[in-house]
């Protein structure tokens, strides 16, 4: 368990930099976006590339993320339901969830989408708007956000059954987000 335990931590280290890198991909958008409106009112000017770009720059920081999302357990779920369970049941949960659920979906998108960003980068598309950008890096970005979701999955699977079997602490104990309502309630409004 220890060689996959390493592997796994070699994967959180990758996400995590790549997740805290990529908020940076914000900022960049903002300011193309901010520069792209400015030359618009000043000169009367505007450029398919640029708002191109932001959407690349926009998908980027969203596919770039998912993985670290995962990572840091943030991923949508129903806690009505989820946090009513005992933990050793909510990571037989997570589990089944990882292995029958994400995973598959990663794979078969990883499987669509090579083939499809390789037939982009050797055709060179470009957009077929007036003056925008070469299609196949936002492609390539799809790619490379689901190859990082698909390493994430792996290592989230390897830390359940570590935690499962006693191999390792529990990285992220669930705390329910919602107190329960009679704490909800202040002392003073109760009866």
């Not at 339901?81 to 598959?104: A, E, N």
């Not at 090579?114 to 055709?123: D, H, N």
Request: no cysteine; charged share 15%.
């Amino acid at each position: 368990m220890k060689p996959l335990l390493g592997f796994s931590r070699l994967i959180d280290t990758v996400t995590e930099n790549i997740g805290k890198a990529v908020g940076w991909l914000i900022l960049v958008a903002v300011l193309v976006s901010a520069g792209n409106a400015v030359i618009r009112k000043i000169f009367n000017m505007s450029s398919n590339a640029w708002l191109e770009a932001q959407w690349y720059l926009f998908g980027a920081a969203f596919m770039f993320a998912a993985a670290y999302t995962l990572s840091q357990n943030e991923h949508i779920r129903i806690d009505v339901v989820y946090g009513s369970f005992s933990r050793r049941v909510q990571h037989w949960i997570d589990l089944f969830g990882h292995v029958f659920f994400l995973m598959p979906f990663v794979l078969l998108m990883l499987y669509y989408l090579v083939p499809y960003v390789r037939m982009s980068y050797v055709s060179g598309e470009v957009s077929s708007s007036a003056g925008g950008l070469i299609i196949w890096p936002a492609k390539a970005i799809l790619l490379i956000g689901f190859v990082l979701l698909a390493l994430q999955g792996v290592s989230e699977i390897i830390k359940k059954i570590a935690v499962m079997t006693g191999n390792m602490d529990d990285p992220t104990p669930y705390v329910p987000t919602h107190a329960p309502l009679d704490e909800a309630v202040g002392p003073e409004v109760r009866p």
